[in-house]
């Protein structure tokens, strides 16, 4: 099924998650005319809207009773989302979340058990079609909504479907973050660069393509591990490998991932209190 079978998606809040996966809807084939964006806080003459030629909504106004609607706002805000359209939407309505932290169970506290529901959880990269998300439903969806997920997150990248709710805390802080942690690495790695004496350019050219060329090669070569992939620059007793004892001394980098990991899934956790 192709984005072109979707007629109708609305999408309620317009913040970075929700314009990366616009852009990459657009790329790949949905028209511009089956997307209404709703978000009070974003003005109809904004730049994206216009160029792309968008339409924009009010909930007041808006009619939910069938077709996607995507929500894609703060946790903070979605009660406030939820309690203002659950006399809007019907059995035919499609219900996708992308809120962090927000379980199935309090959506459909609002909603009811009637509206088809999924939650997910994208990425950035979206924008360019290289996101990964997670996908999770609570009850067996048909055929025909389950691809129109599928071509909708498809085209956008790749996705899982997943069997455990829970998991999507940990989903969260590992892809859902993930961006942030390699955008992390390689300021670090630039300022270390800048701090030998490279000049900038040159210093953010070696370290992004150094990254884009290594995530490249690893999707060319799916069947070769991670692990083995590092071991294919470790030559004995060379510089990839003084760097990697550092590194991979008494596991220290994996601890302090693990921990940091481990705070962002307690966040998500937190958000649905």
């Known amino acids: 099924?192709?984005?072109?079978?979707?007629?109708?998606?609305?999408?309620?809040?317009?913040?970075?998650?929700?314009?990366?996966?616009?852009?990459?809807?657009?790329?790949?084939?949905?028209?511009?005319?089956?997307?209404?964006?709703?978000?009070?806080?974003?003005?109809?003459?904004?730049?994206?809207?216009?160029?792309?030629?968008?339409s924009m909504n009010s909930l007041e106004k808006i009619?939910?009773?069938q077709g996607m609607i995507v929500l894609a706002v703060k946790p903070q805000v979605l009660e406030s989302i939820l309690s203002s359209i659950k006399e809007k939407v019907t059995l035919e309505s499609i219900i996708i979340s992308i809120v962090a932290g927000y379980p199935i169970e309090d959506i459909r506290s609002y909603i009811?058990?009637?509206?088809?529901?999924?939650?997910?959880?994208?990425?950035?990269?979206?924008?360019?079609?290289?996101g990964?998300?997670?996908?999770?439903?609570?009850?067996?969806?048909?055929?025909?909504?389950?691809?129109?997920?599928?071509?909708?997150?498809?085209?956008?990248?790749?996705?899982?479907?997943?069997?455990?709710?829970?998991?999507?805390?940990?989903?969260?802080?590992?892809?859902?973050?993930?961006?942030?942690?390699?955008?992390?690495?390689?300021?670090?790695?630039?300022?270390?660069a800048l701090s030998g004496g490279l000049d900038i350019e040159i210093a953010r050219l070696l370290v992004e393509q150094t990254f884009t060329g290594s995530a490249a090669l690893a999707e060319k070569f799916p069947d070769i591990s991670p692990a083995q992939q590092r071991q294919n620059v470790t030559s004995p007793g060379g510089t990839t490998e003084a760097a990697l004892k550092i590194l991979m001394e008494d596991d220290k980098l994996k601890k302090l991932l693990g921990l940091a990991i481990?705070?962002?899934?307690?966040?998500?956790?937190?958000?649905?209190?």
């Not at 089956?34 to 806080?41: K, S």
């Not at 009637?114 to 924008?127: D, F, S």
């Not at 997150?153 to 709710?165: M, S």
């Open 132 to 192: 990964m998300t997670a996908i999770f439903s609570d009850s067996a969806l048909d055929k025909h909504t389950r691809l129109e997920a599928e071509s909708l997150f498809g085209a956008i990248g790749k996705y899982c479907w997943i069997e455990n709710e829970d998991h999507m805390h940990l989903i969260t802080a590992i892809s859902g973050s993930g961006p942030a942690y390699y955008y992390l690495l390689t300021e670090c790695l630039i300022e270390i």
């Open 1 to 54: 099924m192709s984005l072109q079978t979707i007629k109708k998606l609305t999408l309620i809040g317009f913040g970075r998650m929700g314009k990366s996966m616009v852009r990459g809807w657009l790329d790949g084939g949905l028209s511009s005319n089956a997307i209404q964006i709703i978000d009070p806080n974003i003005s109809s003459a904004d730049k994206f809207i216009t160029e792309n030629n968008l």
């Open 112 to 130: 009811g058990v009637g509206p088809k529901l999924i939650r997910t959880m994208p990425n950035t990269p979206a924008a360019i079609g290289k």
């Open 262 to 273: 481990n705070s962002a899934a307690e966040r998500s956790k937190s958000l649905s209190k």
């Open 63 to 65: 009619d939910l009773s």
